[in-house]
């Protein structure tokens, strides 16, 4: 587990979805916007939003009253992910 820590920009749930074959219908799940600030070799600033899935069980930590503010957030990874050392 990592914890991620970053300002919260927003909120929203995500477009339910159904597969064509099977007619499956999947409900979108609430997902929160994080503001990550990189700092360029030049010196300037790039600013990324990562939206990220929450469980439901823990939608109640992330409200409307917390955008623009700080929040920690419990992650795991999905696929390849690279590290290095800052």
Do not use: Q
């Given at each position: 587990m990592l914890i991620l820590k970053s300002e919260l920009m927003g909120i929203y749930k995500a477009n339910d979805f159904t597969d064509k074959n099977t007619g499956v219908?999947?409900?979108g799940r609430t997902k929160i916007q994080l503001l990550e600030k990189q700092t360029m070799k030049d010196g300037?600033?790039?600013?990324?939003?990562l939206d990220i899935s929450i469980p439901e069980?823990?939608?109640?930590?992330?409200t409307k009253e917390?955008?623009?503010?700080?929040?920690e957030v419990e992650?795991?990874?999905i696929g390849d992910v690279?590290?290095?050392?800052?």
């Open positions: 219908k999947t409900i300037s600033l790039k600013l990324v939003v069980n823990k939608k109640h930590l992330y917390k955008i623009g503010k700080i929040v992650v795991s990874t690279r590290y290095y050392g800052i």
